[in-house]
């Protein structure tokens, strides 16, 4: 079994120091544990609904718990709920870019039998 570097661990060390809302961490965590699912799944079960649908729940998943934290660094009146706002949207990015680092995951998605 190949091992899944934490993602979520990656993307908020990154913005260490930042007041990163406990519900997106939470939700980089799921992320992280939907993609050691995708990575995990044995080669001869691997189809489309096991990869890029299980990718797509994935990511649908995450940009739809951090949109309205990440969107409040644009409306909300407190400065300190912004730049938590905006470092939560870097958390997320940073996660994303590690996503797209991630050699197990392509070879996942590479084919049904990648």
């Known amino acids: 079994m190949t ?3 934490p993602f979520a661990l990656l993307a908020l060390a990154a913005v260490a120091g930042a007041e990163v809302p406990r519900s997106v ?3 980089l ?3 992280d544990a939907g993609i050691a ?3 995990a799944t044995p080669v001869e079960k691997r189809s489309w609904e096991t990869t890029f649908g299980a990718y797509d729940d994935v990511t649908d998943t995450l940009y739809t718990k951090v949109s309205t934290t990440t969107f409040l660094q ?3 009146p407190d400065e300190k709920v912004r730049q938590d706002s905006r470092d939560a949207e870097e958390a997320v ?3 994303n870019i590690a996503l797209g680092k991630n050699e197990a995951l392509y070879r ?4 049904p039998k990648g």
């Open 37 to 39: 699912r995708i990575v």
């Open 3 to 5: 091992r899944i570097a």
């Open 29 to 31: 965590a799921e992320a």
């Open 74 to 76: 644009h409306v909300h």
């Open 108 to 111: 996942a998605l590479s084919g």
């Open 93 to 95: 990015a940073n996660w």
């Open 25 to 27: 961490k939470d939700a």
